[in-house]
């Protein structure tokens, strides 16, 4: 109660001696350009199971850029080993003009800089002081060796947002996180996000001469250079700024086998209509080259561990296909996977909100409708 009743204090800016050009909308560097609701999903299906169910992915096709843009692509690699999202980050990078690597860590292996070119990158600048898990020195060393590139690409992840914004900071360029494409419009980056639980879609202009774009994976497809490049590795010395931020102990967290969540290209999940039994949603997800995923209630239960959890508490996945098997499709899951490319249900339910905002959905029971997807599947490869 004693707070309540304390005097509120109100600080000005020129109280505090700050320019009021310098903060808030004047200062900003980015500029919203558009703003609206997602229209609901087009053409969409829903059958009765009859035993006969399947659909295909779709994706649009890609474009090589021309533009004299340098695009400099912060390459995430585990082990030595390029992931799928930095080759999809380069092909984007393409699209917008010539994209440089930049690798931070020991010397990359020959077969990594090789496939580095094979995606455009004809120079992977290593700065291999660096430890890219603290943000500070991650985003000294990214800023060092993009001095030249009038835009910089990361893989959106909780820590490089952090080196986004830091670099940001340091070089007055405007930033923009989470994002599911980008282009240039008249010279300047319009970078794309979905936002409110993938109800809206957000276009931002980075005003600024040099942008920064975190990419979420799954938002392009990653396509090999029409012309390769034969990279060449260019190490970069860098003074990194003393930091006060140690590492004394790293521990890996036990991940789901298999693709990691985030950044699978296919999604098969399972709700509490699995009952616990995850035998043909990991089927399923094993056939298509995907990765496991579930609702909460499912992990709740203990049916699942919770690393596979999609949604608001959950992951947030966007990948090209997402299929959902036994879940009702609560406001905290959609959250989490509303963006993704193509939606497919399986829902007894006919009523259940899932099918809402899927593109293709099937009434009746998993334990009858997967089975014969996997047969399908396996029909149509020959195996
Ligand atoms: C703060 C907060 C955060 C949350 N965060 C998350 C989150 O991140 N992720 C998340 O998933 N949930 C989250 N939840 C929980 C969420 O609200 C729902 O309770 C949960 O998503 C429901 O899980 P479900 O769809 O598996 O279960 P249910 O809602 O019980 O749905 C099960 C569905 O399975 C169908 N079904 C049953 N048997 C079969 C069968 N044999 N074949 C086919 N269909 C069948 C039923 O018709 C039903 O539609 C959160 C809740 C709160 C309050």
Same mark, same amino acid.
């Given at each position: 109660?004693?707070?309540?009743?304390?005097?509120?204090?109100?600080?000005?800016?020129?109280?505090?001696?700050?320019?009021?050009?310098?903060?808030?909308?004047?200062?900003?560097?980015?500029?919203?350009?558009?703003?609206?609701?997602?229209?609901?999903?087009?053409?969409?299906?829903?059958?009765?199971?009859?035993?006969?169910?399947?659909?295909?992915?779709?994706?649009?096709?890609?474009?090589?850029?021309?533009?004299?843009?340098?695009?400099?692509?912060?390459?995430?690699?585990?082990?030595?080993?390029?992931?799928?999202?930095?080759?999809?980050?380069?092909?984007?990078?393409?699209?917008?003009?010539?994209?440089?690597?930049?690798?931070?860590?020991?010397?990359?292996?020959?077969?990594?800089?090789?496939?580095?070119?094979?995606?455009?990158?004809?120079?992977?600048?290593?700065?291999?002081?660096?430890?890219?898990?603290?943000?500070?020195?991650?985003?000294?060393?990214?800023?060092?060796?993009?001095?030249?590139?009038?835009?910089?690409?990361?893989?959106?992840?909780?820590?490089?947002?952090?080196?986004?914004?830091?670099?940001?900071?340091?070089?007055?360029?405007?930033?923009?996180?989470?994002?599911?494409?980008?282009?240039?419009?008249?010279?300047?980056?319009?970078?794309?996000?979905?936002?409110?639980?993938?109800?809206?879609?957000?276009?931002?202009?980075?005003?600024?001469?040099?942008?920064?774009?975190?990419?979420?994976?799954?938002?392009?497809?990653?396509?090999?250079?029409?012309?390769?490049?034969?990279?060449?590795?260019?190490?970069?010395?860098?003074?990194?700024?003393?930091?006060?931020?140690?590492?004394?102990?790293?521990?890996?967290?036990?991940?789901?086998?298999?693709?990691? +969540?985030?950044?699978?290209?296919?999604?098969?999940?399972?709700?509490?209509?699995?009952?616990?039994?995850?035998? +043909?949603?990991?089927?399923?997800?094993?056939?298509?080259?995907?990765?496991?995923?579930?609702?909460?209630?499912?992990?709740?239960?203990?049916?699942?561990?919770?690393?596979?959890?999609?949604?608001?508490?959950?992951?947030?996945?966007?990948?090209?296909?997402?299929?959902?098997?036994?879940?009702?499709?609560?406001?905290?899951?959609?959250?989490?996977?509303?963006?993704?490319?193509?939606?497919?249900?399986?829902?007894?339910?006919?009523?259940?909100?899932?099918?809402?905002?899927?593109?293709?959905?099937?009434?009746?029971?998993?334990?009858?409708?997967?089975?014969?997807?996997?047969?399908?599947?396996?029909?149509?490869?020959?195996?």
């Amino acid at each position: 109660m004693a707070a309540r009743k304390a005097p509120v204090t109100q600080w000005s800016l020129a109280d505090l001696g700050v320019d009021a050009a310098t903060v808030g909308k004047a200062a900003a560097r980015t500029v919203v350009v558009d703003a609206s609701p997602r229209p609901p999903r087009a053409n969409r299906v829903k059958i009765t199971d009859t035993g006969d169910a399947g659909t295909q992915a779709r994706r649009l096709p890609h474009r090589e850029g021309t533009r004299m843009t340098t695009v400099a692509v912060l390459v995430d690699h585990r082990d030595g080993v390029v992931t799928r999202p930095s080759l999809e980050a380069l092909t984007l990078a393409r699209s917008l003009g010539t994209p440089v690597a930049v690798w931070l860590g020991a010397v990359p292996a020959a077969d990594a800089v090789a496939l580095l070119g094979e995606y455009g990158a004809a120079e992977v600048r290593v700065v291999d002081a660096a430890d890219a898990r603290i943000a500070s020195q991650a985003a000294a060393a990214l800023g060092a060796a993009s001095a030249d590139a009038d835009v910089v690409l990361v893989i959106s992840t909780f820590v490089t947002k952090e080196i986004a914004t830091r670099l940001a900071l340091a070089t007055g360029a405007g930033v923009v996180v989470d994002a599911a494409g980008a282009n240039l419009v008249d010279g300047k980056v319009e970078a794309f996000q979905t936002v409110f639980a993938a109800t809206w879609d957000v276009r931002t202009r980075i005003e600024s001469d040099k942008a920064i774009v975190g990419i979420r994976p799954n938002t392009t497809l990653a396509v090999p250079a029409d012309a390769p490049a034969a990279a060449t590795v260019v190490e970069v010395a860098v003074e990194l700024p003393t930091t006060r931020e140690r590492i004394s102990h790293v521990e890996p967290v036990a991940q789901a086998e298999g693709v990691p +969540l985030a950044e699978a290209p296919v999604v098969v999940s399972g709700g509490r209509g699995t009952g616990g039994d995850y035998a +043909l949603v990991s089927e399923l997800a094993d056939l298509l080259g995907g990765a496991v995923g579930a609702s909460r209630d499912a992990t709740d239960e203990g049916w699942i561990s919770h690393e596979h959890m999609v949604g608001q508490t959950g992951t947030t996945v966007t990948p090209a296909l997402y299929v959902a098997a036994g879940i009702s499709g609560a406001v905290h899951h959609r959250g989490g996977m509303q963006a993704s490319g193509t939606i497919v249900c399986i829902n007894m339910d006919p009523e259940a909100p899932i099918f809402e905002i899927s593109d293709f959905g099937v009434v009746g029971s998993l334990f009858d409708v997967l089975p014969q997807a996997i047969a399908r599947i396996k029909e149509h490869r020959g195996a």
